[in-house]
């Protein structure tokens, strides 16, 4: 199973579901992240992951752009932004949006901004796992049968 998922900046949301996706699937699904205006990955993203065992430290912000014309069985955004100017893939891949505010906007004290980050993975990874349940193994997957809630 592939799976791209987008935001605006791919900064901080899909970065983290990225990883957090790649590591509750153990490897059985191909995850990558994207954005419709790349920037770079934020150190508290990287720094939230780093607190529960995953390291993104080498993942790198890339334009949805490269992902021009492949193949994906489910396209998941996670931000408004990206939904909205998300392309159209080739294959009809299941479409799946969650909307979360962008952590890196929050303002205040660091310990404001890394919370901000926690909550945006915690979340994120309680819908992936239910997103894992789901669709089973990468060899059962249900295509189009995806739940629609999540």
């Not at 579901?17 to 509750?24: F, P, Q, S, T, V």
């Not at 490897?27 to 529960?52: K, M, N, Q, Y």
């Not at 901004?113 to 894992?132: G, N, Q, Y």
Request: glycine share 8%.
């Amino acid at each position: 199973m592939k799976v791209l998922i987008l935001c605006t900046g791919n900064s901080a949301r899909s970065q983290m579901a990225e990883g957090i996706l790649r590591a509750l699937s153990k490897g059985e699904i191909e995850v990558a992240s994207a954005g419709t205006h790349p920037s770079c990955v934020h150190p508290l993203a990287v720094e939230a992951l780093r607190e529960i065992g995953i390291d993104i430290s080498q993942h790198r912000s890339k334009s949805v752009d490269e992902f021009s014309g492949q193949r994906f069985d489910v396209v998941i955004t996670v931000c408004d932004r990206a939904q909205e100017s998300c392309p159209v893939f080739p294959g009809a891949p299941k479409r799946i949006h969650w909307s979360y505010d962008d952590p890196a906007a929050v303002e205040g004290a660091p310990e404001e901004k890394l919370a901000a980050f926690r909550r945006v993975r915690d979340d994120l990874a309680v819908r992936l796992s239910s997103f894992l349940d789901a669709v089973g193994s990468a060899d059962s997957f249900p295509g189009p049968s995806v739940p629609r809630g999540l």
